[in-house]
């Protein structure tokens, strides 16, 4: 059993930053790969990060690559994605999500997830 709660998300203006949080609660935390997803409005739900157990080794979508980053503080039970230089593209709910090992960057893969959090990029 883990439950996930995402925070930070907000509007924002384009080149701006924001840092969601992901907050975990439940057994063998760092036993599971996490990731962010993100749906945007008439899309389907789509890959943005993961990152191993140890932090290790993390994915990204191409389309972040550069400007957002995926950590996680194991001691906190903590997974955040720092999101720079912002675009009105990126506007979506985000989730947070997890699996056991190993990582993955398909959805349907992932056994837990987060409420969301909207993340707004105006112009």
């Known amino acids: 059993q883990v439950q996930l709660v995402e925070s930070g998300g907000e509007l924002v203006q384009a080149g701006g930053s924001l840092r969601l949080s992901c907050a975990a609660s439940g057994r063998s935390f760092s036993s599971y790969a996490m990731a962010w997803f993100r749906q945007a409005p008439g899309k389907t739900r789509a890959f943005v990060a993961a990152i191993s157990w140890s932090g290790g080794t993390t994915n990204y979508v191409d389309s972040v690559k550069g400007r957002f980053t995926i950590s996680r503080d194991n001691a906190r039970n903590t997974v955040y994605l720092q999101m720079n230089s912002l675009k009105p593209e990126d506007t979506a709910v985000y989730y947070c999500?997890?699996?056991?090992?190993?990582?993955?960057?398909?959805?349907?893969?992932?056994?837990?997830w987060g409420q969301g959090t909207q993340v707004t990029v105006s112009s």
């Open positions: 999500a997890a699996k056991p090992l190993p990582m993955a960057t398909i959805a349907e893969l992932y056994n837990y």
